[in-house]
């Protein structure tokens, strides 16, 4: 692989600009090269052409080579080396020291890309050496606030742990303050004494400290709105659990931090070291060996404070959560990258054929026993191919999302990282399409089993067996989603559970981008939800044997039918209130009132449905509309970033992920095209010659899923290029102590 391939497969994606633009460089070295090959071309006179001189000549310079007489390039002596090229000085600009390459050559034609060449290059270099120092300085104070948390949690521990230790008996000399590095080393100081002498950390900052409530429940949420958002400490061993889970996760998060720093700092100086040795070959000049020196003693070059971070909290986190065992604590701090399993390519292979080969056995027994054209032909789509139905909206919006993360990861949108994923549990494209598949290949085979037309004329019923294999199907579906054993991914089971049990009880969870993210997906699954209750009532209160029910026929069933297609986004609106309340963000109040809209036009078009009526009709049609307009507008400006008058790339933004421009505009006419699929409602588009209603509900149901997918990937898109303008590349982790006196965390 090519280096500057390389460089960027390795890239913090959201630091892609703080980077080294090796690329462009090396495009600019292209032009010099190509100059300097028209300038030889024109001063050269055509030799007098002679094979016996020319094999002479071969013969000679093949000799120089083997003896040693050439140099690698082949255009400069030894003594072109020892002439300095260039010369590197450092410039005092605001705080930082900024560096300015000299040529030194006399000027001469062709120069000008050579000169463009190093002012370019020192742009670079003073963008990356910058960057690199804002960063170590971030760190530094984020290691001088972890020291501040261990110290009040070591003194926590201890007083948990020996209750009658006595406080007068301690040494409360009170420590200098220095940087971050230097406090992380004390720390390690102390864990290396005794344990008698561990015990003599001064206790007294107990006194100044209480700890940090955040809402991760709906009791402690209930309970922070009564006794505030800061509560004392009582000295039980369930606060000395959670803040020593909260401090876990912080170092985990900080090592990774100086790794990436330390990857940044490695990556770059490898950059500036292959572009000055391409300088040097394309020119035949000597200039790589000045420049070089330059970066070595540079900020970028000598600074060694992120591998002694790295090295202290190492020791820290071995010793106190990992119980000095050092293997299990770097397994903690550097979890290994996933390793894609060849077996499950297998499997997706093998369940896609069979599903493949289910739809043709379907369609073949359709079509052999006439059932088109049977009797039972409405009864079946009737009650029936609902229940069906449900498994494929699933497996539709797992392909959908297997698609967006396959295009996440080509396109380099760090979607792990957005929605918080463990880097060693994540689910691929593959294993997604995997789970897909086997439930394709479940529900095709259930379909089959159970596709017959005509009753038993004796009993006047079909067999209760096959009649119930689709709730069968929904138990084992739901069996396998709440299985407590480490089968069948279970850390993403539970990661989906968590998130769905933050949307119902929204909002008195704290409002993460999962929580929303998850709350949009179950707003185009409304009719999924329908489904849901129309199992209860087919299964519950209708004559399964027979294929009939009496649903419709009940106003319980019909004021069901409204709430069941309402709440999702009720989920929505209460979680958009609790971010205006938590964060002052009133643009999530305008948000809100989208999903209000959506209610008003889902009610109006179901009551218009059931009861019928011209004024039904208008009064649908006209909320319909307007929350069509809101949400189409919502999409493309504020979820997407689109439609800007004065980006760079017209009617678009900025920043752009994907090559062709134009797969925004034909993504954004599909989602106004696929967001009026509601005016099948409104038109009485219920059923057509060739569809049977249940038909026309099951499309209009996967069209919105379709319309969410393609929202999906755009909306990553657009968070991921908020993340990169800002260079966010990690997860704030709440810390479990703070001040008394204020909201400084310690």
């Known amino acids: 692989m090519k280096f500057g391939k390389e460089l960027t497969s390795q890239m913090v994606p959201e630091w892609q600009e703080a980077y080294m633009n090796y690329n462009y460089l090396k495009t600019i070295l292209k032009e010099i090269s190509s100059f300097q090959k028209q300038k030889k071309s024109r001063h050269s006179t055509p030799p007098y052409f002679s094979p016996r001189k020319e094999k002479f000549s071969k013969r000679k310079s093949l000799y120089r080579a083997f003896s040693g007489l050439t140099n690698r390039h082949g255009n400069y002596n030894d003594k072109d080396k020892d002439i300095e090229v260039i010369s590197v000085s450092e410039i005092e600009e605001h705080e930082y020291k900024n560096y300015q390459t000299t040529f030194l050559r006399s000027p001469e034609e062709g120069v000008e890309n050579e000169l463009t060449f190093f002012r370019l290059l020192d742009d670079e270099f003073n963008k990356v050496n910058n960057f690199y120092r804002e960063k170590v300085e971030e760190v530094v104070l984020e290691a001088e606030e972890l020291n501040k948390q261990m110290d009040a949690f070591v003194a926590l521990r201890v007083k948990i742990n020996d209750p009658h230790f006595c406080s007068s008996s301690l040494n409360n000399t009170p420590r200098p303050s220095n940087s971050g590095a230097s406090m992380l080393a004390e720390i390690q100081e102390v864990e290396e004494k005794p344990e008698r002498d561990q015990k003599m950390v001064s206790l007294t900052i107990l006194n100044n400290v209480k700890i940090n409530v955040v809402p991760q429940s709906a009791t402690s949420t209930l309970k922070t709105l009564i006794d505030g958002t800061k509560l004392d400490l009582s000295f039980s061993k369930g606060e000395l659990r959670n803040a020593q889970v909260k401090l876990k996760q912080a170092f985990v998060e900080f090592h990774r931090k100086l790794r990436l720093l330390k990857s940044y700092s490695f990556l770059n100086q490898l950059a500036f070291s292959k572009i000055m040795k391409k300088y040097d070959k394309t020119t035949s000049r000597n200039a790589s060996k000045a420049y070089l020196e330059m970066v070595e003693n540079s900020y970028l070059g000598q600074s060694d404070e992120v591998i002694k971070l790295m090295t202290r909290v190492e020791a820290v986190f071995i010793k106190h959560f990992a119980n ?92 792990s990282f957005i929605f918080g994923f463990n880097q060693n549990t994540e689910l691929g494209y593959k294993e997604i399409l995997l789970l897909s598949s086997a439930l394709s290949v479940l529900t095709l085979a259930a379909v089959l089993s159970n596709l017959e037309m005509e009753m038993d004329k004796r009993t006047q019923s079909f067999q209760a067996l096959t009649e119930l294999v689709p709730l069968g199907l929904v138990i084992v579906i739901l069996s396998i989603m709440f299985c407590p054993f480490n089968i069948i991914y279970r850390s993403n089971r539970f990661f989906l559970i968590v998130y769905l049990w933050h949307c119902v009880c929204a909002p008195l969870y704290k409002v993460a981008f999962p929580d929303f993210f998850l709350g949009d997906q179950l707003t185009s699954q409304v009719q999924l939800f329908r489904t849901l209750e129309f199992y209860v009532c087919y299964y519950g209160w209708g004559d399964f044997k027979r294929r009939t029910n009496t649903c419709n026929q009940s106003d319980i069933y019909k004021t069901l039918f409204i709430f069941v297609a309402v709440v999702p986004y009720w989920f929505r609106f209460l979680q958009c209130l609790r971010q205006v309340c938590e964060s002052k963000d009133y643009g999530q109040g305008m948000n809100g009132l989208k999903y209000l809209s959506t209610i008003v036009a889902v009610i109006t078009r179901t009551i218009y449905v059931q009861r019928r009526g011209m004024t039904m009709r208008i009064v649908a049609a006209t909320s319909s509309g307007i929350a069509t307009i809101y949400n189409t507008y919502w999409d493309m400006v504020k979820d997407w970033g689109l439609l800007c008058k004065d980006s760079k790339n017209p009617w678009l933004r900025d920043r752009l992920i994907l090559p062709n421009k134009s797969v925004y505009f034909v993504a954004m006419v599909l989602n106004v095209i696929l967001r009026l699929a509601w005016m099948q409602t409104v038109l009485d588009f219920h059923e057509a010659p060739w569809l049977h209603r249940s038909m026309v509900i099951f499309v209009v149901a996967c069209l919105e899923i379709i319309r969410r997918g393609i929202w999906n990937f755009f909306r990553l898109e657009n968070e991921h290029l908020n993340n990169v303008g800002k260079f966010r590349a990690f997860k704030s982790v709440p810390l479990p102590f703070s001040y008394e006196d204020g909201d400084k965390q310690l």
């Open 324 to 415: 000095a065992n050092r293997r299990r604590g770097m397994r903690d701090l550097r979890p290994k990258a996933k390793r894609e399993k060849h077996r499950v390519t297998f499997f997706v292979g093998c369940f896609f054929g069979c599903s493949i080969a289910l739809v043709f056995a379907v369609i073949l027994t359709v079509h052999a026993r006439g059932l088109l054209k049977s009797e039972g032909r409405d009864q079946y789509m009737t009650n029936i191919f609902p229940l069906y139905s449900l498994f494929a909206y699933i497996v539709l919006h797992m392909l959908m999302y297997a698609g967006n993360v396959y295009y996440w990861k080509r396109y380099r949108v760090n979607y």
